[in-house]
Structures are given as C-alpha cells and as structure tokens.
C-alpha cells in the first residue's frame, strides 16, 4: 500500500516530468523559427506563455496559503510540496522574484529543511531589503527558533515597510518586544495589536497586566 509521502512524491515527480516536456517541446519549436521572423502564431503563443506563468503563480500560491494555514500535518506537506514545485520552476523562470524566494523558504521552513529555508527566506531579503513579504517570512523563521533579536529586525524591516496595520505583525513585535524585556515598546504593539482585533479581550487584559510590571529601565535594551 502507497504511503502518504509515496503518493505526494509521485504527484509531484507528475507535475515536474510534464512540465519539462511542454518546456522541452516549446524551447524546440522557438529554436526551429527562422531569425527575426515574427508572426501572428509567435505573438499568441508568447501570451499564452505569459498566461501560464501568471496561472502557475496563482495555483502555486493557492497551494501555498492552503498549506500554511492547514491544520493536519499531511494536508500541509501535501499543498505545500505542490506549492514547492511549482515555485521552483517559477523561480528558474523569474531567479530574481524575491517574494517567491521567500516562499520557497517559508515552505521548507514548514517543511523541517532548514538550510533550505534559511538559504531561500536570506535570498528574498537580499534581493528586496524593503520588502516586507520576504521580511515578515524571515522574521518568523526566527521566532519560531526564539532567536528574538533577529526576529525583531526583520518583523520591524516588516512594519517599516507596509505591514504597520496588519495584526500579526503588532502581535509578534509585542511579543518579541516583551521577552526580550522591553515591556514599554511590547505595551506598544500590544496596544495596537488590540486595536486592529478589538474582539481579542485578552490583548487588553495583556496591556493591563503589563501595566502592573515593575522594570529597572536600565536593564533593558532599546532598539
């Protein structure tokens, strides 16, 4: 009987060996025009390509956002070993997107593959320092890691850079901002966390007991 990985493998060996094919027989057919001739045909066949890569981008990132917010552990590897193979050839066709990069380690992050996802998640912030998508991404490999100094540089790279409004993002400051001692910035971002989830209760009460905390301001650091 096949496994559950068994079956993943072999649906992506799938995808990757008809891929290749298609990308064989197009590459093919380009090399065989005449230089410089340009027809009709030509023309509909590079939008459909371009059509197709917006259409792979879709599925791999349907597959991806499936993944991360799956629950059971065997639907996750299976959306995102998808996703991941999709991205890959993506990334061969666009080695430069830096938001795809971050996926790529996002997924192997998930995936327990760290070299990978370190390699691919530093790649996405070297290539777009002030994008906050692959900031937001590295910044949770750290915090999964409670390595809370480098999540703290990326999850602020992040809300420097666009994501100030989005919830997740206050909640992981003020988290990361409380266990590294500074309970005024994490009061902070607790504060606005609450404020963007006025529903979450607890965030107030968080504030609240934060208000009770007694702190040597000296002792803490100020980022």
């Known amino acids: ?55 792979d981008e879709e599925e791999a990132d349907n597959y991806f956002y499936a993944g991360m917010q799956a629950d059971d552990k065997n639907l996750k590897e299976a959306y995102l ?24 380690g996002a997924i192997h992050d998930s995936l327990g593959h760290q070299r990978l996802a370190k390699e691919y998640l530093f790649r996405g912030v070297s290539l777009e320092p002030f994008n906050p998508f692959p900031n937001y991404y590295f910044a949770e490999y750290y915090f999964a890691k409670k390595d809370y100094e480098n999540a703290l540089r990326y999850f602020q790279a992040a809300y420097d850079n666009g994501y100030s409004s989005f919830y997740e993002v ?3 400051l003020a988290t990361v901002y409380e266990r590294l001692g500074d309970i005024e910035k994490a009061k902070l971002y607790y504060g606005a966390a609450a404020k963007l989830n006025p529903g979450f209760q607890a965030l107030e009460s968080k504030v609240k007991s934060l208000d009770k905390v007694y702190y040597n301001k000296e002792e803490y650091h100020r980022y």
Not at 44 to 53: H, P, R, Y
Not at 81 to 104: D, G, H, T, W
């Open 1 to 55: 009987m096949l496994t559950h990985k068994t079956i993943n493998l072999y649906v992506v060996l799938v995808i990757v060996l008809t891929l290749a094919v298609n990308g064989a027989s197009a590459e093919y057919e380009l090399d065989a025009l005449p230089e410089g001739l340009t027809s009709g045909s030509e023309s509909e066949n590079s939008a459909k390509a371009v059509d197709n890569v917006v259409s």
């Open 81 to 104: 070993s998808k996703a991941l193979v999709k991205y890959m050839l993506l990334l061969s066709i666009k080695p430069n997107n830096a938001s795809i990069s971050a996926q790529v």
């Open 170 to 172: 206050n909640l992981k």
